[in-house]
């Protein structure tokens, strides 16, 4: 958050001030953004995917791995969604079972989950 604020000041320090204090008040929560950006990413894109933006954001390792754990545990059942609603059936030929993986790896699933999705669909085991 400071780098992106820090163009737009004029003391530095006092930037630093403002944010540690918003983050006293628990205005400003690292914690809360994470919770937010998983919650909003899991209805389209994998746990790689969506760690990958955290990382990009800034966002401390810590809170990545307590997320990573949350992400990980629901990962079946997100692919499983996005897939029933992109695809709906079982690949019948090797094209489509190709177009099929491509498309939940691009979402950023793990290869382990796309076989899974892919071997049973949308049966829960």
Known sequence: MQVKLQPH???PAALEMLLDDLEK????????FVEQVTAVRRRKFGAARI????????VSE????????ELKGSEI???RLIWKK????LPQTLEERGK??????SRGFSPETVRTVLKDGGDEQ
């Open 86 to 89: 992109k695809f709906g059936s």
């Open 62 to 69: 810590a809170a990545i791995e307590a997320a990573q754990s």
């Open 9 to 11: 000041t004029e003391d």
């Open 25 to 32: 008040r628990g205005w400003l929560s690292e914690a809360r």
């Open 100 to 105: 099929q993986s491509r498309f939940l790896a």
């Open 77 to 79: 059942e997100a692919a």
């Open 51 to 58: 760690l990958h933006e955290l990382r990009e954001k800034g």
